[in-house]
Nanobody, 117 residues
């Protein structure tokens, strides 16, 4: 089992920045990919960014050049630095962990990011 706890969401004006954190606990040795997804009002959940255990990253086209995913292995924490935020970035952001050997995905409860225009 893996437990994920997000933090760092909030209200910010367009053009501003926020940093989200996701702390993992439990069977963290089994995690292959960590990621951030989001679900905006009336929208489906979508991948924002992911990072593998080897450090390879992947970004949605809509956030490339503005968001950066990183990890601190000593703290079992993944971060999402979000710059130049836009109103369309408003969503609940969910932390995700993928365990390849069991094909199981774990999810945090989400943190709300609200970008005002």
């Amino acid at each position: 089992q893996v437990q994920l706890v997000e933090s760092g969401g909030g209200l910010v004006q367009a053009g501003g920045s926020l940093r989200l954190s996701c702390a993992a606990s439990g069977s963290i040795f089994s995690i292959n990919i960590r990621g951030w997804h989001r679900q905006g009002p009336g929208k489906e959940r979508e991948l924002v960014a992911s990072i593998t255990s080897g450090g390879s990253t992947l970004y949605a086209d809509s956030v490339k050049g503005r968001f950066t995913i990183s990890r601190d292995n000593a703290k079992n924490t993944v971060y999402l630095q979000m710059n130049s935020l836009k109103p369309e970035d408003t969503a609940v952001y969910y932390c995700n962990a993928h365990v390849a050997v069991t094909a199981v995905q774990y999810w945090g409860k989400g943190t709300l990011v609200n970008v005002s225009s």
